[in-house]
């Protein structure tokens, strides 16, 4: 099992720029892919960013896409998630997914079998 810690959200105003961070640790060893999916209150949990372990392939939503970049350390097991230019929609609970299986989507929650405890990103307008 992988253990996941996000950190990095707070509250921003329209138009700024925030950047999580998601440290993985245990059977890091296992870690094909990492993602970041977010949802607001009333809303399914939706597909923001995946970045792929080794060939560091990255993949977006449209909706943050040329917003929004995702990257991983090279030394550590920590991925990173760029958010600029901001919108009040982007505003939700933000949550680090590791997948550990060649099979499934990355835009897909259940390809992803471990998760963190989410951090919460607020933008006002």
């Known amino acids: 099992q992988v253990q996941l810690v996000e950190s990095g959200g707070e509250l921003v105003q329209a138009g700024g720029s925030l950047r999580l961070s998601c440290a993985a640790s245990?059977?890091?060893?296992?870690?094909?892919?990492m993602a970041w999916f977010r949802q607001a209150p009333g809303k399914e949990r939706e597909f923001a960013a995946a970045?792929?372990?080794?060939?560091?392939?990255?993949y977006y939503a449209d909706s943050v896409k040329g917003r929004f970049t995702i990257s991983r350390d090279n030394a550590g097991n920590t991925v990173y998630l760029q958010m600029n230019s901001l919108k009040p929609e982007d505003t939700a609970a933000y949550y680090c997914?590791?997948?550990?299986?060649?099979?499934?989507?990355?835009?897909?929650?259940?390809?992803?079998?471990?998760w963190g405890q989410g951090t919460q990103v607020t933008v006002s307008s």
């Open positions: 997914a590791v997948r550990s299986g060649y099979s499934g989507s990355y835009y897909n929650p259940s390809s992803f079998n471990s």
């Open positions: 245990g059977r890091t060893f296992s870690i094909y892919a």
């Open positions: 970045i792929n372990w080794s060939s560091r392939n990255t």
